[in-house]
T-cell receptor, first 115, second 115 residues
Framework: AQTVTQSQPEMSVQEAETVTLSCTYD???????LFWYKQPPSRQMILVIR??????QNATENRFSVNFQKAAKSFSLKISDSQLGDAAMYFC????????????FGTGTSLTVIP | DVKVTQSSRYLVKRTGEKVFLECVQD?????MFWYRQDPGLGLRLIYF???????EKGDIPEGYSVSREKKERFSLILESASTNQTSMYLC??????????????FGPGTRLLVL
């Protein structure tokens, strides 16, 4: 089975600063998708950003961007101009293109934003 | 917007009780999932269903069963609740397909305490 590793259980960032959350994964598949999800305290988990493995260009969504290094199997999330509303648990997830329905999640990184 | 709802936000049950967790989605998604979320362990897949009356075991199915009698509804059943099933339970759904756009949409979660 694929594994997804988030080595930072907790991170903190000063408001308006930039923070990078790391994620590595292990797979033998050549085509797959990677996701970052955000789970605010007591609120629903939502998708932040997604990346197709065959695309060289890193995905960007407003203040959120990824650094996808396929050879290194690394998929980090960069949050620029951090806001108080960014405080949440962030999960990295993997899904193989052809291996069906299952998503594999990391253990999460809890992000604190300091005013 | 996709809406995934879960029948309860908080639930307290006694050891040995039969527990039903209900999940409903309103976007005609074929696939539905049940996860449990525990600190330090991330999200772990219990069961998923890819069609009405169809189900597949995830990574931790022991002690759980599921039912999908209608496309929009996916139930998780704890036949005889035990204290080690105290957890946050998340339901998710997504459209059938292998593309990156077929991401998962999550419900708000049910926090279950088994005494």
């Amino acid at each position: 089975a694929q594994t997804v590793t988030q080595s930072q259980p907790e991170m903190s960032v000063q408001e308006a600063e930039t923070v990078t959350l790391s994620c590595t994964y292990d797979t033998s598949e050549s085509d797959y998708y990677l996701f970052w999800y955000k789970q605010p305290p007591s609120r629903q988990m939502i998708l932040v950003i997604r990346q197709e493995a065959y695309k060289q260009q890193n995905a960007t969504e407003n203040r959120f961007s990824v650094n996808f290094q396929k050879a290194a199997k690394s998929f980090s999330l960069k949050i620029s101009d951090s806001q108080l509303g960014d405080a949440a648990m962030y999960f990295c997830a993997y899904r193989g293109r052809d291996t069906g329905n299952q998503f594999y999640f990391g253990t999460g990184t809890s992000l604190t934003v300091i005013p | 917007d996709v809406k995934v709802t879960q029948s309860s936000r908080y639930l307290v049950k006694r050891t040995g009780e039969k527990v039903f967790l209900e999940c409903v989605q309103d976007m005609d998604h074929e696939n539905m999932f049940w996860y449990r979320q525990d600190p330090g362990l991330g999200l772990r897949l219990i069961y998923f269903s890819y069609d009405v009356k169809m189900k597949e075991k995830g990574d931790i199915p022991e002690g759980y069963s599921v039912s999908r009698e209608k496309k929009e509804r996916f139930s998780l059943i704890l036949e005889s609740a035990s204290t080690n099933q105290t957890s946050m339970y998340l339901c998710a759904s997504r459209r059938r397909g292998t593309g990156v756009l077929e991401t998962q949409y999550f419900g708000p979660g049910t926090r279950l305490l088994v005494l």
